[in-house]
């Protein structure tokens, strides 16, 4: 997702104060859009059906007697939507079924070009929706806080947890407890509801995806399964005529697919190291004492890595233009001309081998089949595989509600109803958790279609990222907070067309033999990490140093052995051993602080 501009000053909020109020009222809202919200009840029956046997295992804030309440209006925003079908809004019988069981009528405010300069004007004007989200920035967060703008929903949720189960259970749980402490300094005190971004499956670098004629015309078909084999394997397609392989690269300044495939395996990372796991090795017990994140770059290891890289460049193992052709122009395009034996693109997730086949071998093959294709392995290097660090998680938003919302109540009626198994099976096409398979993309096509999607997916657009970051159904009902968002439920499938399903099976069966053994979950106090703010500057040192030497070494430029000594000094000047200081302090910060048994 995009960043916000910057923030607007505040001598230009003072400038709006004559815009209107319009935040919560118990009259319905006055847009033409939203009047027309009567229109949309008479559409809501096929839609009511779809809740109806989840009602039963739905949160108990559903059995609340709404009816007897006031009738407000709520203004929700979020970025990246279209408001020009209002056909389509007056007849959305998603809305539709939330208005009538919450009793409130609910006003969608969305855009593109301004959006996020006019929510920050409106929010410091007492004029803003009365829920709406950031990108999850910590600088905004905290002004917020301190600038009194936003409400502390901590409290209107703790004192009322009878109608606010499921959000009374997410906020009180240790992990969104450790948020809370590391924007507010206390972990009792919510301001937001954070949105956690996470793939259904893991994703990582370090797979190839082989030709399969190539593979069988250079490799007698076999496909390399360890760092010696891929080496002899790229050599054969060098001499063969062919580029043996073209790792994502990004014109020599992105080392982490070159880093996957053939550093670490071998016990050592050459990229320049900006955090733990990120051109770091680890050595001691991950969540003890004894964790420690060591720099490689210029280790020796790391030189008989760039050595391999050397020779390849010599043999054609790589291409001759790497660093001067583009990954996703360039590659692709030699890709589907039978060029590349092999390409690395983040295959690790299976979903990424589905979209090159049909971005760079179907598109331009009348007789493709998956089966061109292979999927390939993790390397090893004497038994070992690489390791690579994530926590596979991300914040990606934070929704709150201004202070100069009149009834911020019933505001969260309407996040917990999102939350509750109800909300998540009606925006999810779901029957208790389950897909529903008596409705599908026609019948999404004409309620998502009327906000600017048209991809056939089967889900709600309007609150799609406000508790999964990456769109997905999350289950708050059967798991705790970090568990149900750090692993989605990702229903894709059941929309897709029979050959990426097919793709993504075929990418999936061979990454699931050894994704427990490359792919490793970092505790979540990992996303808590702060160094200090002289690290950026050796960070970009230390990047900067490393595009320069690699590049060289790998195109013959520089002579590896002649010239290590120099990389070395080089990252010794930049600041490395106090970079790696720094990491370490930092890690060792964060689980003490933010840590949960």
Not at 217 to 233: L, W
Not at 282 to 309: M, N, P, Y
Not at 452 to 475: A, H, I, L
Not at 563 to 572: E, F, I, N, P, T
Request: net charge negative; glycine share 8%; charged share 20%.
């Amino acid at each position: 997702m995009k960043k916000f501009r910057s923030v607007l000053c505040l001598l230009l909020a003072v400038m709006m104060l004559a815009v209107c109020f319009t935040g919560c009222s118990k009259k319905t809202a006055t847009s033409s859009a939203s009047a027309s919200s009567s229109a949309a009840q008479s559409t809501a029956a096929s839609t009511t059906s779809s809740t109806s046997s989840s009602a039963a295992t739905s949160s108990a804030a559903n059995a609340q007697d709404y009816a007897s309440m006031d009738n407000v209006n709520v203004r929700f925003a979020q970025f990246g939507n279209s408001l020009d079908d209002a056909d389509g809004y007056a007849n959305d019988p998603i809305r539709a079924q939330i208005e009538k069981d919450l009793n409130i009528t609910v006003e969608y405010d969305t855009g593109t070009d301004g959006f996020d300069d006019r929510m920050q004007t409106e929010l410091y004007t007492g004029s803003g929706p009365d829920l709406f989200p950031t990108w999850g920035e910590t600088d905004k967060i905290a002004k917020y806080i301190e600038d009194g703008l936003v409400t502390n929903i901590g409290d209107i949720i703790n004192a009322n947890p009878d109608r606010y189960p499921t959000l009374y259970k997410i906020i009180n749980s240790a992990e969104y407890k450790a948020y809370n402490k590391l924007y507010t300094g206390d972990e009792n005190t919510t301001y937001a509801i954070y949105s956690v971004a996470a793939f259904a499956e893991p994703s990582f670098a370090g797979v190839s995806v082989y030709n399969q004629s190539i593979l069988d015309e250079v490799n007698g078909g076999k496909v390399p399964a360890t760092v010696d084999e891929f080496m002899t394997y790229c050599e054969a397609a060098g001499k063969a005529g062919y580029v043996g392989w073209w790792p994502r690269n990004d014109k020599l300044t992105n080392w982490a697919e070159i880093d996957a495939e053939l550093a670490l395996p071998q016990g050592t990372s050459i990229q320049a190291p900006s955090a733990a796991g990120t051109g770091t090795i680890l050595s001691g017990e991950l969540g003890t004492d004894s964790e420690k994140w060591t720099i490689t770059a210029t280790s020796d290891a790391s030189k008989a890595v760039v050595k391999q890289l050397a020779e390849l460049y010599k043999t054609g193992g790589l291409d001759a233009n790497i660093g001067v052709k583009g990954d996703f122009d360039d590659a692709y395009a030699d890709f589907g001309a039978g060029k590349l034996g092999a390409v690395n693109f983040g295959f690790g997730y299976p979903g990424q081998f589905r979209d090159f086949y049909n971005a760079a071998w179907a598109s331009v093959k009348t007789d493709a089949s998956p089966d061109d294709l292979t999927v390939g392995q993790a390397l090893t290097s004497n038994g070992n595989y690489g390791q690579i660090y994530d926590t596979g998680t991300w914040i990606n938003s934070h929704y709150f509600i201004p202070t100069s919302c009149t009834y911020p109540d019933r505001v969260l009626d309407l996040v917990e109803y999102i939350a509750s198994s109800k909300g998540q099976d009606l925006l999810q096409n779901c029957t208790d958790g389950q897909f529903r398979t008596d409705q599908g993309s026609d019948y999404w096509k004409a309620i998502d279609g009327a906000y600017g999607y048209g991809d056939g997916r089967c889900k709600y657009c309007w609150f799609s990222y406000m508790f999964s970051g990456t769109e997905y159904y999350v289950d708050f009902t059967n798991n705790d907070w970090w568990t149900a968002v750090s692993n989605p439920t990702d229903f894709s499938s059941n929309w897709a067309t029979e050959t990426d399903n097919e793709l993504v099976q075929k990418a999936r069966d061979t990454v699931s033999a050894y994704v427990d053994k490359v792919h490793i979950v970092l505790p979540s106090y990992y996303n808590m990490i702060a160094l200090p703010s002289e690290a950026t500057d050796i960070i970009s040192k230390l990047s900067d140093t490393t595009n320069e030497y690699l590049a060289q070494f790998i195109g013959g430029q520089l002579d590896v052995d002649t010239s290590w000594a120099d990389y070395v000094k080089a990252y010794q000047d930049a600041g490395a051993a106090d970079l790696e200081t720094m990491i370490n302090e930092a890690v060792a910060t964060a689980r003490t602080t933010y840590a949960t048994k």
